[in-house]
């Protein structure tokens, strides 16, 4: 395709400015919807109309203050999608009302070694959309033309919005740790990202079991109706005699932690089999935790990291979305507009809902499907 000029719809002819949900400045709260410039489209750069943007536990930690590298005053919102309303002068592939979704990375330093491999997560000059580039929790958000990526016509918008956290647990479940149907899981946190990590292992046919606690007790009753072979409730059963006894007392192959938490951390490594891996999916509260290092150094476990998502995840976590792998209708449990973002937040932060997401122009029939 030849190179596009700088194209725009209609509608925006005229605006110029856009509602936005704002971080202020650090410290607790300190957010407002404010109105605020819509961005302007240069070089490679892509305007979105948005849709939906998942609420994540990044723009938790932000809201209270203790997420380091945001910066302020910023939009937050990285899991979204949209239509496209302009492009820049140099965008090449798309235009104009095509359906997509994006990669949280606006821009990076294009020259380390990360980004010679386009392993953009490990960029030490990366900057992130709704953590140093505004973001989508806005009418319209700007990205670059690397990171969209057009949607399958059956893929929702809704559904695309999930595209983020799908693609950080390919990462984990086909970049850093990949398993096959002979694998028996133990997933770590019944959260999005444990439950997506779930369909991602059942759609190729493993052994899953996902533990959680108490007060995961819906979210662990919707683990067994998304497939999980066994649910475990670590306050009241005995993780480890329900590991042993369905793995015939060897233990699990892989273990995926997506909690978070030293404790559940601690509890699995001395049940995954000798030889086996420990995937780390969830942050930790702190940077420095206490693990049991007698477990991995005694059964040769091998412990990894993985942080984020990088170009060669979307297009697996687009196929899974586009083939039916992942149950959109489980997952997304509250929609709230725009103008009742406060209600968004409080309903994530009081835990009883899965993913809430926040429809940016809801009464445009298109966008709010």
Known sequence: MDTVKTTKTDELKDAKTMEAVVKTESGYDNME??????????????????????????????????????????VLGHEFS??????????KTLKPGDRV??????????????????????CPNRVGIGTKANGSMANYVLTREESAHI?????????????????????????????TLHDTLLIMGPGPMGLLSLQIAKEIG????????????????????????????????????????????????????????????????????????????GLFAKPMNELDERSIIQHEITYRGSRSQNPYDWAIALHLESKGAINQDAMITKVFDLEHWRDAFDAMMAGKELKVMIASNPDDSDLAD
């Open 33 to 74: 919807l404010k109105q605020i410039p819509i961005p302007e489209v240069t070089g490679d750069k892509v305007l979105l109309k948005v849709a939906y943007t998942g609420i994540c536990g990044t723009d938790i930690h932000t809201f209270k203050g203790q997420y380091a590298n945001a910066v302020t005053p910023l």
């Open 82 to 91: 949209g239509e496209v309303v302009e492009v820049g002068p140099d965008v």
């Open 101 to 122: 979704t994006s990669e949280t990375t606006f821009a990076t330093d294009g020259t380390c070694v990360y980004c010679q491999d386009k392993e953009y997560n490990l």
């Open 151 to 179: 949607l399958p016509d059956n893929v929702s918008y809704k559904m695309a919005a999930m595209s983020e956290p799908l693609a950080s647990c390919v990462h984990a479940m086909y970049q850093k740790t990949p398993f």
């Open 206 to 281: 493993a052994f899953v079991i996902v533990s959680g606690i108490t007060k995961d007790a819906d979210r662990l009753q919707i683990a067994k109706e998304l497939g999980a072979d066994i649910i475990v409730d670590t306050q009241k059963e005995d993780l480890a005699k329900v590991v042993m006894d369905a793995t015939d007392g060897v233990g699990v192959t892989k273990v995926y932690d997506c909690s978070g938490a030293t404790p559940a951390v601690n509890s699995a490594l001395p049940l995954i089999r000798k030889g086996g891996t420990f995937q780390q999916v």
